[in-house]
């Protein structure tokens, strides 16, 4: 019988990005009909797998956020801790479906559910179209073993874009290219609240500081990131020097020209508000915030990707009302490609089960409710029957990042948790 690692192993040798992970579908398939589960697809790419009278549905998502080298993922294991070389690990959420990888050797009562696309705006959620059989969820994505949750932040995608022109340089400007480095990047969800600095904020205070016009930006990862790297090309009068986390290099200058109003764009950057908005004092975690995902130029467009996110549907319509009104004053069109609602929180009678079972393996563990986005919420909405949900993952910390480590003893607890909870 495969291990939990060995399944986790073979899924970092398949690429799964977002948007690029046709071939662990596929692998998904094949491997749930060798188990003689009865298998059903969707356009949206989402896999649903069943086999005998199945009380729970375990569900995680397949894809990952890649950065560094990823798809191409090299593990490394230090005692209890792995780790990827130079890219993230992809645990979030490929150790939750390893988890249902190893349970589908071993039960014969089970359902599960794989979706598509969650780092993306919970694409393969949002678009469902199969019916889930058993009556309760168990959503695999969350991070902290210490805590079961039952409910979870809505979130926004919002596009700001800008035609720009662009002019010949003035007799007198120097060409400069600033790159940052040294910074941690993260989540924008979980981390959003440790004040992760971010390469566009870092960037964009530097150049309006220094009173410089822009020729070209490329700054950010993903909307759901933050951000981390960032480059930016530019002039300036005046002599500069190297800053806290910039690298800047006088160059020469290739006939370059530079954005007219370049200024206006910058301070647009420099005055929006990163971070957390407002905090939830019951529930213990940000309310509502906005995080700059991505800043870049491409075919004569400025563009802006953001990802918003709150614990209220009626926070979002203010939130993005707020964001569009922004970037209009700045001349940019605002569009919000995607969006998915908050799970409001909800303790029910499969919550305190599961709860009663987490008890005997980790006493401490409490119920939660998490900013970033859990599929939990639209799953339920899809479904013609109720259902109940809650969500719980091992330790892993630093998602979405080139950090990204997952604790190995707690991914051990977290599967015999999951395997007490299929047998209820």
């Known amino acids: 019988m495969k291990s939990i690692l060995d399944f986790f192993r073979e899924l970092s040798e398949i690429p799964r990005c977002s948007f690029d992970a046709q071939k662990l579908q596929e692998y998904l398939v094949k491997y749930a009909k060798e188990k003689n589960f009865e298998v059903q697809t969707d356009e949206a790419k989402n896999v649903l797998c069943k086999k005998g009278e199945p009380k729970v549905c375990l569900q995680s998502h397949y894809d990952m956020v890649c950065l560094g080298d990823a798809p191409q993922v090299e593990l490394i294991k230090n005692g209890n801790l792995l780790k990827a070389k130079n890219s993230t690990l992809g645990a ?60 979870c932040a809505g979130g926004s995608d919002v596009v700001s874009e800008k035609e720009i022109e662009f002019v010949s340089l003035d007799e007198n400007d120097i060409v400069y290219q600033a790159q940052i480095y040294g ?66 290099e006088q160059i020469e200058n290739k006939n370059y020209k530079k954005i007219k109003n370049s200024r206006q764009l910058l301070k647009t950057l420099d005055a929006f508000p990163q971070g957390v908005r407002a905090w939830n004092k019951k529930l213990g975690v940000p309310e509502d915030s906005a995080n700059l995902g991505i800043a870049e130029i491409k075919d004569s467009i400025f563009r802006i990707v953001i990802s918003l996110r709150t614990m209220s549907d009626k926070a979002m319509d203010d939130l993005e009302a707020q964001t569009k009104s922004f970037f209009d004053i700045a001349g940019f069109t605002t569009t919000f490609p995607s969006r998915h609602d908050a799970w409001t929180p909800h303790i029910g009678k499969f919550a305190k089960k599961v709860k009663d079972i987490f008890s005997k393996y980790i006493p401490s563990v409490e119920f939660k409710a998490i900013h970033a986005g859990l599929e939990c919420g639209v799953l339920i909405s899809k479904q013609k029957e109720p259902k109940d949900a809650v969500s719980i993952g091992p330790n892993i910390r630093s998602p979405h990042s080139l950090r990204e480590e997952c604790d190995l003893d707690s991914v051990q607890r977290i599967k015999d948790i999951v395997e007490e909870i299929v047998s209820i």
């Open 92 to 151: 979030d959420n490929g150790m939750g479906v390893a988890i249902m990888l190893y349970c589908m050797q071993k039960y014969d009562d089970l359902e599960c559910l794989f979706t598509a696309d969650e780092e993306v705006g919970l694409i393969g959620a949002s678009n469902l179209n199969l019916e889930i059989t058993a009556p309760n969820i168990l959503n695999i994505d969350g991070e902290d073993e210490n805590e079961i949750y039952i409910g």
């Open 183 to 248: 910074l941690l990047g993260g989540h924008s969800g979980v981390d959003i609240d440790k004040n992760t600095p971010s390469s566009i904020k870092i960037l964009s205070r530097f150049l309006v500081k220094n009173d410089c016009e822009l020729i070209d930006i490329n700054a950010g990862e993903r909307r759901n990131s933050i951000a981390k790297n960032g480059v930016a090309t530019f002039t300036c009068r005046d002599k500069l020097k190297d800053d806290e986390h910039i690298k800047v």
